[in-house]
């Protein structure tokens, strides 16, 4: 599973930066649309594109791996494992 890690990035910028980033900020400056931002930051297993990840990682100044990351999951593998 891919979990994205925006609610952490909102977070880190505001304390960094002694103010509250808004998703209505973040949708100005890089087009994303609040609701697709609370969908990334929300919705398990949200799909999304490669434009939209970069224009984030460029928002944020970060790079991809702080944005997502991967989670494995344990019982496709036993399934796959079971049936060798």
């Given at each position: 599973m891919?979990?994205?890690?925006?609610?952490?990035?909102?977070?880190?910028?505001?304390?960094?930066?002694?103010?509250?980033?808004?998703?209505?900020e973040?949708?100005?400056?890089?087009?994303?649309?609040?609701?697709?931002?609370?969908?990334i930051?929300?919705?398990?297993?949200?799909?999304?594109s490669?434009?939209?990840?970069?224009?984030?990682?460029?928002?944020?100044e970060?790079?991809?791996?702080?944005?997502?990351?991967?989670?494995?999951?344990?019982?496709p593998l036993?399934?796959?494992?079971?049936?060798?």
């Amino acid at each position: 599973m891919i979990r994205y890690k925006l609610k952490t990035l909102i977070s880190d910028k505001s304390f960094r930066e002694r103010r509250k980033i808004t998703y209505e900020e973040i949708t100005k400056a890089t087009g994303i649309g609040p609701v697709t931002l609370s969908a990334i930051a929300s919705r398990r297993g949200y799909v999304t594109s490669t434009d939209i990840l970069d224009k984030l990682c460029a928002f944020f100044e970060c790079s991809i791996s702080d944005l997502i990351e991967h989670i494995p999951d344990p019982k496709p593998l036993l399934k796959l494992r079971e049936t060798k």
